[in-house]
């Protein structure tokens, strides 16, 4: 223990005296938790739209008007042939191109049924598919109206009216930062304990101080402990920050134990810092060290669940996600703070990170060599 107490004074005294250390960890991390929740909006807004009016009646134009009142969509252009229309689509000025053909009103009233054409500009999915099923859900809506204004009041009332009332558990309003917000923070902490463990050792490879160490009797378990700790000490701290942050600024509180986030974070920060330092006793170069921590986590975020679905992979892309640390912090993160989860909710969760902590801490302490 007294060798373990020099080592962690001597590592803390070298973190608080790079300025540009203390910068990556408490202010970079604060910014992106501010700035990313706020950008990243899974709502799609503003699609440009362009119309084409055939028919130039009143129901049309009423169409039109519900269509720009409803908020998502901007009229780029009133447009009197499709030709006109497309070149907006063309030059990316617009997204969709809504054709009302001659006739509609008459057609609508008198024979109970129009079609309309919808022209998509599908270069960006997302925005189109997201844009088009407004439009669709906004023309619904419309065809119900007029539905009931033209069907009789006492024809209509023999029909069985079934009324659907949903009920939004643990996100009523359907804020989407409820739900990006603990993603977000999970990916900072991982990022930011994976990054400065996998550059420590690397970076005393570098200036040369590795070797005074190693001529020294520093058992290797102690050296790793000596490195791992500091940083688990500041990764917590940047945790606690980021759920101060959550509920001054998006008003977002657990519901669950804080105790029961705190234990897995601590388990979940071993996985992760002892997958930086395996990462670091294979490199010689802080260079190495940084591409090959970045491979990682691109395939760690990208596969943990926070932008896309896991559910919605393919089967093989799901076994990855398996061997995935993120994947099980997002969901305690999402687990806790929304929906209220207790030890026992988590138990597998926190079993798989343990098991994940064991095996990579071990590895990077059998793989460290004191001698070249």
Known sequence: MRTLRFLLRKEFRQIFRDKAILTLIFVMPVIQFIVMPLAADYEVRNVNLAVVDNDK?????????????SGYFKLQGYNSSFKEAFQLIESDKADLILEIPQGFERNLIREDKQKLFVAVN??????????????SSIIGNFNADI???????????????????????????????????????????TMIGGFLTALNIVKEKEVGTIEQINVTPIKKHIFILGKLIPFWILAMIVFTIGLILARVIYGIIPIGNLLVLYVFIAIYLLTVLGF????????????????????????????????????????WAKLITRINPVRYMIEV?????????????????MGVVSLMAVILNGWAILNYKKTN
């Not at 009646?57 to 009142?69: D, G, H, R």
């Not at 960006?124 to 844009?131: R, S």
């Not at 939004?168 to 804020?175: D, E, G, I, V």
């Open 276 to 315: 930086g330092l395996l990462v670091s006793t294979f490199c010689d170069t802080q260079q190495q060290a940084m591409f090959i921590m970045f491979f990682f986590m691109m395939l760690f975020i990208l596969l943990g669940g926070l932008f896309t679905s896991i559910d919605s992979m393919p089967y």
């Open 333 to 349: 993160m999402r687990m806790v703070i929304l929906k209220g989860s207790g030890f026992q909710d988590v138990l597998p969760q």
């Open 122 to 135: 599908a270069i960006n999915g997302t925005k189109a598919n997201l844009g088009g099923a407004y439009l």
């Open 147 to 189: 539905r009931m204004q033209l069907v009789q009041q006492p024809r209509f009332s023999q029909f069985p009216v079934i009324d659907v009332v949903a009920s939004n558990w643990f996100n009523p309003a359907l804020n989407y930062k409820v739900f990006i917000v603990p993603g977000i923070l999970a990916i900072l902490v």
């Open 57 to 69: 009646s009143t129901y049309s134009q009423k169409l039109v008007s519900k269509v720009i009142a």
